[in-house]
C-alpha cells in the first residue's frame, strides 16, 4: 500500500503508515518542506509518486475534487494503464466519467462504516 496525498500534516504517518510508503508531494508542515502554490514539486518526489501509482493493482481517489495541478494528472496516467480506479468523494470530480460505477459520492466515515 502506497499513499500519494497533498496533505502537508503528517497524519498518515501518525496513523501508521511507513514514512517510505506516503508521498506527500507537497511536503510536510513539520519537516518544514511545504511546496507553496505556484512553485514547482521536486521533482523526485513527484517521480516517485507517479511511479507508484502507475504501479499499482488498485487506485482509490479519496476526498479529493482533482483540482490541484500537477497531482491531478496522475489518475489519467493510471487510466491508461487500465488499472481498476474508485473515487470515494462527497462531490463530483473530473474523472467521475471514465471510471463510471466504480464511484461513491459520499463521506468516507459513511462509506468505511
Not at 32 to 40: I, R, S
Not at 71 to 77: F, K, W
Not at 86 to 92: E, G, L, P
Given at each position: 500500500?502506497?499513499?500519494?496525498?497533498?496533505?502537508?500534516?503528517?497524519?498518515?504517518?501518525k496513523a501508521?503508515?511507513?514514512?517510505?510508503?506516503?508521498h506527500e508531494?507537497?511536503?510536510?508542515?513539520?519537516?518544514?518542506?511545504?511546496?507553496?502554490?505556484?512553485v514547482?514539486l521536486?521533482?523526485?518526489v513527484w517521480e516517485?509518486?507517479?511511479?507508484?501509482?502507475?504501479?499499482?493493482?488498485?487506485?482509490?481517489?479519496i476526498?479529493?475534487?482533482?483540482?490541484?495541478?500537477p497531482?491531478?494528472?496522475?489518475p489519467?496516467y493510471?487510466?491508461?494503464?487500465?488499472?481498476p480506479?474508485?473515487v470515494?468523494n462527497?462531490?463530483?470530480t473530473?474523472i467521475?466519467e471514465?471510471?463510471?460505477?466504480n464511484?461513491?459520492?459520499?463521506?468516507l466515515?459513511?462509506?468505511?462504516?
Amino acid at each position: 500500500v502506497h499513499v500519494v496525498t497533498q496533505n502537508v500534516d503528517g497524519l498518515h504517518q501518525k496513523a501508521g503508515l511507513p514514512q517510505e510508503r506516503v508521498h506527500e508531494v507537497h511536503g510536510n508542515r513539520e519537516r518544514g518542506d511545504v511546496v507553496e502554490f505556484g512553485v514547482k514539486l521536486p521533482e523526485s518526489v513527484w517521480e516517485r509518486a507517479v511511479e507508484v501509482s502507475c504501479f499499482a493493482d488498485l487506485f482509490i481517489i479519496i476526498g479529493t475534487s482533482l483540482q490541484v495541478m500537477p497531482v491531478s494528472m496522475i489518475p489519467g496516467y493510471v487510466t491508461s494503464l487500465k488499472t481498476p480506479i474508485w473515487v470515494i468523494n462527497k462531490t463530483a470530480t473530473t474523472i467521475d466519467e471514465i471510471v463510471g460505477q466504480n464511484v461513491l459520492h459520499d463521506d468516507l466515515v459513511n462509506v468505511l462504516s
